[in-house]
T-cell receptor, first 114, second 110 residues
């Protein structure tokens, strides 16, 4: 079945630094990739929609300058958390899909900012 | 705006008992509903979608537009069903963009 690889699975960084998270579709071309943030015991909050070759569409309240998304190819999207702060600590999940087919999810990235 | 409500954060049942995970949605257009499951330490994966009308792992869900519900049901719970279940809503023109509910943790006890 379709596989989405997310890397790294865990990352710890110091406050003020930037962290890049990768999301790859391994065996299919993803026309759309989504980035979510999951808070403890809460739902997945959609952060942005990423389409290959175009700018990401951010959800209301998500700072585009803080969460930089790049979707350079049909198999790779990256999320860069810039100038990270402790409140950015969270679980970030990506998903990838092809047109209107069901989404496939990555394993998530646990970000801890110290 | 679209909204998905899963009223139960935790549902605990005994093995062999029936299971019903509730999901209600709010959307003025024609909805597409999904159930995703996340087993311990695993990624979110699609369990079923309403348009396929199939039964996966013994689970079924019927879209009730009158009650705006898409409850997930299984007649006899198994221990391996213990997981986090998310109801999700897709909408016309949204591509595969989904709105998720807050999830229900199902715990099947022996």
């Amino acid at each position: 079945g379709a596989v989405v690889s997310q890397h790294p699975s865990r990352v710890i960084c110091k406050s003020g630094t930037s962290v890049k998270i990768e999301c790859r579709s391994l065996d299919f071309q993803a026309t759309t990739m989504f980035w979510y943030r999951q808070f403890p015991k809460k739902s997945l909050m959609l952060m942005a929609t990423s389409n290959e070759g175009s700018k990401a569409t951010y959800e209301q309240g998500v700072e585009k300058d803080k969460f930089l998304i790049n979707h350079a190819s049909l198999t790779l999207s990256t999320l860069t958390v810039t100038s990270a702060h402790p409140e950015d600590s969270s679980f970030y999940i990506c998903s990838a899909g092809q047109y209107e087919s069901p989404l496939h999810f990555g394993n998530g990235t646990r970000l801890t900012v110290t | 705006a679209q909204r998905v409500t899963q009223p139960e954060k935790l549902l605990s049942v005994f093995k062999g008992a029936p299971v019903e995970l509730k999901c209600n949605y709010s959307y003025s257009g024609s909805p597409e509903l999904f159930w995703y499951v996340q087993y311990s330490r695993q990624r979110l994966q699609l369990l079923l979608r309403h348009i396929s009308r199939e039964s996966i792992k013994g689970f079924t869900a019927d879209l009730n537009k009158g009650e705006t519900s898409f409850h997930l049901k299984k007649p006899f719970a198994q221990e391996e069903d213990s997981a986090m279940y998310y109801c999700a809503l897709g909408f016309t023109g949204g591509g595969n963009k989904l709105t998720f509910g807050t999830g229900t943790q199902l715990k099947v006890e022996l």
